[in-house]
């Protein structure tokens, strides 16, 4: 068991970091989080002059490919995915079980 004095000492410790970190100073340098101030442009970008089109940005391009190409990877997944379920099974150990008694499994 570490000394008692170590103990006492922990939460001093602790409670001096709390005060450290709400006297935190902002890189800005002034009193608080900036934020842009609302344009009423979508997303805050200015739609291009008429004629003209809108520059995409470096990661749409990988951000469409990645989130479309993941969604038909898992369309096609699930297509394919065997059928696990209870009542599949007990169809075919039932036909099973049939056939090995000699019994009819297919009704006309």
């Known amino acids: 068991m570490p000394p008692s004095s170590l103990l006492r000492a922990l939460p001093l410790r602790a409670g001096s970091r709390r005060l450290q970190s709400s006297t935190r100073r902002y890189a800005s340098g ?23 089109k809108r520059k995409r940005e470096d990661w ?38 049939m056939e090995a008694r000699g019994e009819k499994t297919d009704y006309p």
């Open 30 to 52: 002034s009193h608080g989080p900036q934020y842009n101030e609302p344009s009423g442009w979508l997303f805050g970008e200015k739609p291009p002059p008429p004629g003209q």
């Open 60 to 97: 749409e391009l990988i951000w469409y490919i990645g989130m479309y190409g993941s969604m038909a990877v898992a369309a096609i997944g699930l297509y394919y995915k065997p059928d696990t379920s209870i009542q599949t099974w007990a169809l075919n150990e039932a036909k099973a079980r």
